[in-house]
C-alpha cells in the first residue's frame, strides 16, 4: 500500500482521550500523527464541565486531607449495589484505579490547571475526587462561552502541549477505515481518511489509537443495545461534536468486539438526559450556545432554560401526555419513548413537545423569540391550543398533531388544577393552568448524552476481536471503549495515556 | 360538490378561556374571557360567544370585541360574566362559539373550563412563607388551600377570603420544599409557612445510583 503520511503511531479522535494519547505515546519516544474530523479539537470534552474524577491519593486530595487509595478506587468501582459499577470489568478497574495518580500528575505535568475545591460525585464514589479544570483564557477559542464549560481549558491545555511536543495534529481530517494486514488478521497497519475531497492514507508503523468518542450520533449503532432510540433523539455536545461510531465501526469492520453492553441499557448514568433548555434543537442540561459562540449558526437558539417544570406539560406527538412533568428519574424516559400510538412508527416515541400558555413564560422570564427559540422545526406558537397543534412542524413529527386531542389534554390537566389532583400521573399540584394566549409548543425530546460501551479492549487498552485475541497494534480508549460506564473525563484519560504508551512501546 | 370539498372550504374555529377564577362564590356572578381565532384570520369582531353549565343550558353570552388581543395574531375575545352555580363543588362548563352566518364557512368550535363553588367567604387567612434557615419571606411562591389559591407577594405573605372547615395547604416554590399541612379555619388567622431550601437540580442527578 502506498502511504500518503506515516508515522509509528496515528490516533484518530482530538479530545479527552485521543489528546493524552497522542502526549503519552510522544513522551515515549514515538511520532505521532493525530487526525480529527472537526475543524477545532476537542470534541465532547470542549463542551465538558471539565469535571476530572480522578483519585487514589493523588497530590490534590492529599492537599484537603481527602484520604484514597487505588484499592479504594477500585472497589468504589466494582460496587456490587450500583448500576454504574456492577457491570465493570474489573481487569479495566484495576488499572484504572492503579493509573489514577499517574494520570493526575501526567495532567499537572502537561499544564492542565485545576480549581482547588474536590467535589464528591453522586455516583460510585465515596469519597471526593472530582477537582474541575480552570476555563480556558481566551473567550473567542471556547466553543460554548459564558457556560462554565471548564473543559475547555483541558483540552486547550493539552493539544498546546501535544503540539510543543511534536505531535502532528490534522483537523477536517476524518478517518474513513482501519488498514488491516489481512481483513480479519494480522497487524494493523495504518487508517484511510478524507480531507476535504482528498482521500489520503496513514501509515502507523505501531499502532492506531481509537478515540472518536462514542456512538450515541449513529441511529443503527445506539439501537443496536435500545431499539426505541430512534431518529428522534438528539446527541449532547452537537451541533459540535459528533459521535458516529466510526471508530467502533472501523474497528469492528476488522473483526474487533463490543464490550460491556449491560451498561448502555441499565437505567443508570446520563445515557439518555433531559433537556433543560427548551424550544432549541441541542437543549442537553448543562450546555447553551450563546449567541457569541463560533457555532451558534449551527445552533441557532439558546434555548428557554426551564427552572420550574410545573409551568408546562409534555405531549407526544400525537398531543397527548404521557406521563408527571415533574419527575426527573428514568420512568419518565421509559415514558417518553413509549409507542405513541402511531402505527407508522413502532420504536421511539416520537417528539415530546413542552405546551405552555403566556403566564408561564411570565413566571419563568422568557423572551419567546430568536435568538433563544428555533422557530425552524422547534419552536411555535398560536392563539389557541387547537390552532398551536397545527401549526407543529418539524422533521421528527411524522403526522400533524390533532388539535382536537391537544385541546382535550390541556382541558384535562386545567381540570387537575382545579382539582388540586392528577389523577392521571399523579404530578404534584398540579399548580398551574395553561389558560392564557397566546399558546407555545417547544422542543423538549429527551436528549442523548454518554455512550457506556464500546470496543472490548484489554488492560494495555488494546482492542479484542470476537474470538478473544487481541488485534494487533489497535488501541481504543474514551467513550468507544466498553467495560467500565464512569461518566466524564477521567476513564477516557487513564486510558488514552495507556494507549498511547503501550502503542510507542510496541515493536513495529 | 363531494364532501372532500366541502370541508376543503370549511375554515376552523378555535377557543380559549382564560383567567377563570380558582373560585366563585355560590350564585355569585364570576367572569372569564374567551377569546376565538380563525384559521384563515377572519374577522370575527361582533360574533356572539356563550358559556353552557354542564347540562348545556346558556349561562353567560356576548360579543366578542372590535380588536384581537394584544400579542396574538388574530384571537377575538372579550369578557363573559355569569352567575356561578348555586350547588358547591367543581363546576365544569363549556364556551362555545357558533359559526353560523360566518363567510366564509367555519366550523363551531368549544372549550371546556372549570372551576371551584364554594360558600361565601368568611374568614380571612393571612400566610405568610418563609426561609427556615434565614427567616427570608420568600415572593412568589403558589398557595392551595383546598380550593383556595393565591401566590405570596414581595413580603412573603398572601391573604385568601375563605369559609369555615378544615383544608391541607400546599405550598410550592422552585428551589424549597415545604411540607403540607392540615389547617382548621374557624375565624380569621394567621399561618406561617417554613420553606427549605432544596439544591439546584444537580446536572449529575440523572446517574444517582
Known amino acids: 500500500m502506498q502511504w500518503t503520511l506515516s508515522a509509528d503511531v496515528v490516533v484518530i479522535g482530538a479530545g479527552a482521550a485521543g489528546l493524552p494519547a497522542a502526549i503519552a505515546a510522544r513522551d515515549h519516544g514515538a511520532s505521532v500523527i493525530l487526525v480529527e474530523e472537526n475543524f477545532d479539537i476537542g470534541g465532547h470534552a470542549m463542551l465538558s464541565g471539565g469535571r476530572v474524577q480522578l483519585g487514589g491519593g493523588h497530590a490534590l486530595q492529599r492537599k484537603f486531607g481527602i484520604e484514597d487509595s487505588a484499592d479504594q478506587v477500585f472497589h468504589d468501582w466494582v460496587r456490587p449495589d450500583r448500576g454504574d459499577s456492577r457491570y465493570s470489568d474489573r481487569d479495566l478497574i484495576r488499572t484504572f484505579a492503579d493509573e489514577n495518580v499517574a494520570t493526575f500528575d501526567f495532567l499537572v505535568e502537561n499544564g492542565v490547571a485545576f480549581i482547588e475545591k474536590p467535589i464528591l460525585a453522586p455516583d460510585a464514589a465515596t469519597v471526593p475526587r472530582i477537582f474541575v479544570t480552570k476555563e480556558w483564557h481566551v473567550s473567542s477559542e471556547i466553543i460554548a462561552p459564558h457556560r462554565r464549560r471548564n473543559g475547555s481549558g483541558l483540552v486547550r491545555t493539552l493539544t498546546a502541549s501535544a503540539r510543543k511536543k511534536g505531535v502532528d495534529i490534522l483537523l477536517q481530517h476524518k478517518m474513513t477505515g482501519i488498514v488491516r494486514e489481512q481483513h480479519n488478521s494480522g497487524r494493523v497497519l495504518g487508517i484511510t481518511a478524507r480531507n476535504g475531497d482528498a482521500e489520503l492514507s496513514i501509515e502507523a508503523r505501531k499502532g492506531v489509537i481509537v478515540a472518536t468518542g462514542g456512538h450515541t450520533g449513529n441511529v443503527n449503532f445506539r439501537r443496536m443495545f435500545d431499539p426505541r432510540l430512534t431518529e428522534e433523539y438528539q446527541q449532547a455536545g452537537m451541533p459540535y461534536s459528533v459521535q458516529g461510531a466510526d471508530g467502533e465501526l472501523a474497528a469492528m469492520d476488522i473483526g474487533a468486539s463490543l464490550w460491556g453492553t449491560a451498561f448502555q441499557t441499565s437505567g443508570f448514568g446520563p445515557a439518555i438526559t433531559r433537556t433543560r433548555h427548551i424550544g432549541c434543537r441541542w437543549g442537553y442540561t448543562s450546555l447553551v450556545f450563546e449567541t457569541d459562540s463560533p457555532i451558534f449558526h449551527l445552533a441557532k437558539a439558546t434555548g428557554l432554560t426551564v427552572s420550574d417544570w410545573q409551568n408546562m406539560i409534555f405531549v407526544n406527538q400525537s398531543g397527548k401526555r404521557f406521563w408527571n412533568e415533574v419527575d426527573l428519574s428514568n420512568d419518565f424516559f421509559a415514558a417518553a419513548m413509549a409507542y405513541s400510538g402511531d402505527e407508522a412508527k413502532l420504536n421511539g416515541g416520537g417528539p415530546i413537545w413542552a405546551i405552555f400558555d403566556a403566564d408561564a413564560v411570565a413566571r419563568e422570564g422568557w423572551l419567546p423569540e430568536p435568538p433563544h427559540v428555533d422557530r425552524d422545526g422547534y419552536f411555535f406558537s398560536a392563539d389557541t391550543i387547537a390552532e398551536l397543534a397545527g401549526k407543529i412542524d418539524n422533521p421528527y413529527q411524522k403526522q400533524t398533531m390533532p388539535g382536537d386531542v391537544l385541546q382535550a389534554s390541556v382541558e384535562r390537566y386545567n381540570a387537575f388544577v382545579t382539582a388540586g389532583v392528577d389523577e392521571d400521573f399523579a404530578k404534584p399540584g398540579p399548580v398551574h393552568r395553561i389558560a392564557t394566549p397566546p399558546f407555545y409548543a417547544a422542543w423538549a425530546t429527551p436528549i442523548l448524552h454518554d455512550s457506556l460501551t464500546g470496543l472490548r479492549t484489554n488492560t494495555n487498552a488494546e482492542v479484542i476481536d470476537t474470538r478473544g485475541e487481541v488485534i494487533p497494534g489497535l488501541y481504543c480508549a474514551g467513550e468507544s471503549q466498553g467495560g467500565f460506564a464512569q461518566h466524564g473525563l477521567a476513564r477516557c484519560m487513564v486510558f488514552g495515556r495507556i494507549a498511547g504508551r503501550h502503542a510507542a512501546q510496541r515493536n513495529s | ?209
Open chain 2, 1 to 209: 360538490m363531494t364532501n372532500a370539498a366541502q370541508v376543503k372550504q370549511t375554515a376552523a374555529t378555535s377557543l380559549a378561556v382564560w383567567e377563570v377564577p380558582a373560585t366563585a362564590v355560590a350564585g355569585e356572578r364570576f367572569a372569564v374571557k374567551i377569546g376565538v381565532k380563525s384559521s384563515i384570520g377572519s374577522d370575527l369582531r361582533g360574533h356572539s360567544v356563550q358559556v353552557r353549565n354542564a347540562a348545556g343550558d346558556a349561562i353567560g353570552e356576548g360579543r366578542l370585541g372590535d380588536a384581537p388581543r394584544p400579542s396574538t395574531d388574530a384571537l377575538y375575545w372579550t369578557e363573559l360574566s355569569m352567575p356561578a352555580p348555586a350547588v358547591e363543588g367543581i363546576a365544569a362548563m363549556k364556551a362555545h362559539f357558533s359559526a353560523a352566518g360566518l363567510q366564509p364557512p367555519h366550523t363551531d368550535a368549544s372549550a371546556q373550563f372549570s372551576l371551584t363553588v364554594v360558600k361565601a367567604p368568611e374568614h380571612t387567612v393571612t400566610i405568610k412563607v418563609v426561609e427556615t434557615e434565614s427567616a427570608k419571606p420568600l415572593a412568589d411562591a403558589y398557595l392551595r388551600l383546598g380550593s383556595y389559591r393565591a401566590a405570596t407577594g414581595e413580603a412573603g405573605s398572601a391573604t385568601l377570603r375563605v369559609c369555615k372547615g378544615r383544608y391541607q395547604l400546599h405550598t410550592w416554590k422552585v428551589g424549597y420544599d415545604a411540607a403540607p399541612q392540615a389547617v382548621h379555619v374557624d375565624g380569621d388567622m394567621f399561618i406561617e409557612v417554613a420553606a427549605v431550601v432544596v439544591p439546584e437540580e444537580n446536572v449529575d442527578r440523572a446517574w444517582k445510583g
